[in-house]
């Protein structure tokens, strides 16, 4: 039933995406589009190579298509010149949610469009790239980590040119370099991303003591530490440094930081889920270190100079954990027990 459903969803989805596609667009020969719209981790660890299209193309209005997500933090950087935030969930699933704002996107005009993404997805961005009828529309050549190679022969066909990636394992910040040297011909070396200051926080969220931040959640259970061992890692630390204990996550985190609370015994304060985005990345900025599991907080850490330690597991390691040795600054440092089943792309064999 679900294989039903989704074949008549992708039918539904083409005709509409085929009358976007036919709206009439203004020309707009200074527009670019640059299409994002994966997690919070990977635009952190994009902003790198990010900055670079501004050097690339000092003469473009570049608009960001962004996930809703991490928009807030998006329109506080001076890589682009606006920012159009996508519920990536309602693009995906409502019809006229996605037809509107592929209307948009079609209604803009855009000259030249560019999806750095090497791991695609088919209703998604590409989708975008399609709609956006710009006459240069550029991707990279992509991989099948979340397309079949039937979707992929239909999508590649959306592109003017495809920048070529090395079939070679790359760790994302290297992955988005080599999409900037490819699609500029020119030298560009990894570095670590770096966030400026983007908000004041307000009192409700200031702690006047030192202290450090655990982010307890993960996406998925599999790649979450049991909470038992992030209560004894509260304990000891605060036991040894006398540093408050700060525990923090999305709204879905809250009841798990309240836990880890509860059973430390110490004065720790649960921000988990009360914070925006940018006040997140602030308080990172000000912790004496971040212990958590492979996720964006992590990313954001590196992004802050923040001391980092980050329980990996192995469904995508050596992808977004750990970061290259030659990359300077202070990186996260990586706690694990590397397994013969490594480099599963999560679909887990240990998971209990």
């Not at 212990?291 to 192995?314: F, K, R, Y």
Request: hydrophobic share 45%.
């Amino acid at each position: 039933m679900r294989v039903i459903f989704h074949r008549f969803k992708l039918v539904i989805f083409s005709i509409l995406d085929a009358l976007a596609g036919i709206t009439p667009g203004r020309a707009a020969p200074e527009g670019l589009l640059l299409v994002r719209l994966d997690a919070i981790g990977d635009f952190i660890i994009w902003l790198d190579s990010a900055k670079e299209f501004r050097r690339l193309y000092p003469d473009k209005c570049i608009t960001l298509c962004a996930n809703s997500t991490w928009a807030l933090l998006a329109e506080k950087l001076p890589y682009w010149d606006q920012v159009w935030p996508i519920d990536v969930a309602q693009f995906g699933r409502n019809p006229i949610y996605r037809f509107i704002t592929l209307q948009k996107i079609r209604k803009a005009g855009f000259e030249v469009a560019i999806q750095p993404t090497v791991s695609r997805v088919f209703l998604h961005g590409d989708a975008i790239i399609r709609a956006s009828g710009a006459i240069q529309r550029i991707g990279s050549v992509g991989d099948l980590s979340n397309m079949s190679p039937r979707h992929k022969r239909v999508s590649d066909g959306w592109y003017t040119a495809l920048v070529a990636a090395s079939e070679v394992p790359l760790m994302e910040l290297e992955r988005n370099a080599e999409f900037i040297r490819n699609l500029s011909c020119q030298e560009f070396k990894a570095s670590l991303p770096a966030l400026p200051q983007l908000t004041q926080l307000p009192s409700r969220l200031k702690i006047s003591t030192p202290y450090f931040i655990i982010f307890p959640g993960a996406s998925w259970s599999g790649r979450q530490w049991p909470a038992a061992y992030f209560v004894e890692v509260v304990v000891q630390l605060h036991r040894k440094y006398h540093w408050t204990p700060v525990l923090c996550g999305g709204p879905s985190d809250a009841h798990l930081c309240q836990a880890i609370v509860d059973q430390s015994a110490t004065p720790a304060v649960n921000l988990g889920g009360v914070t925006s985005l940018p006040e997140l990345v602030e308080l990172l900025r000000g912790a004496c270190i971040l212990i958590g599991n492979e996720t964006s907080a992590i990313h954001l850490a590196a992004a802050t100079s923040t001391p980092a330690v980050c329980i990996l597991g192995g469904g995508h390691f050596g992808r977004f954990m750990p970061y290259p040795e030659y990359v300077s600054g202070i990186k996260p440092a990586v706690a694990m027990h590397k397994m013969p089943c490594y480099y599963c792309n999560w679909r887990c064999t240990q998971a209990h």
